[in-house]
């Protein structure tokens, strides 16, 4: 069984993802009638004890699912949203990195002031979640993007959640991934994110 780890970034990404968990579980819920925790499901969840949250293996019932995320926003509002919606017991507060003030859609603050500050955070939440994996197959990246060239990785971002997370895109480049274990962004469009 593999599993893939998605990094939801910004605005732009934590909307699109919680569409996409929303869009996930209902697909669950359709083709897994028998209600077992099988691969398919923990290819994106994880199968905790109700009681005292401890992971569950693969071919039980499930109990309770729990994403393989780590939701990453300098401006907590949208964040706040998904843990105040339905989707609020499949995210753990360990895997939520938040701040108040925000970055004000400029990739400059974004990478400079909160990428170098929270760096260590999200590593940290990342590796974590990396952890919980018994087959880590990627780390699926949420988040806006434009056309800008970032020279020291080679990346087109532009957005302030693309400068908050490139620092750590470098760290996973350089120290986790293998030809095997690449990391993948989505590409959105600006209608997309509103």
Known sequence: MTQAVVVQVGQCGNQIGCRFWDLALREYAQFNKSALYDDAV????????????????????????????????????????????????VFHSTQLLTDVSGAGNNWAVGHMTYGSTYREKIVDKLRKAAEQC????????????????????????????????????CFLDESVCTPSLAVRRSLTTKTTCQ
């Open 134 to 169: 018994d087959c880590l197959q990627s780390f699926f990246l949420l988040n806006s993007m434009g056309g800008v060239k970032i020279r020291r990785c080679s990346r087109p971002c532009s957005s302030a959640s693309a400068g908050v997370v490139d620092l750590q895109l």
């Open 42 to 89: 923990g290819t994106f969840f994880r199968n905790v004890d109700s009681s005292d949250g401890t992971h569950l293996a693969a071919g039980g019932r499930i109990q309770l699912l729990k994403a393989r995320a780590v939701l990453v926003d300098m401006e907590e509002g949208v964040v706040s949203e998904i843990l105040q919606g339905p989707l609020r017991d």
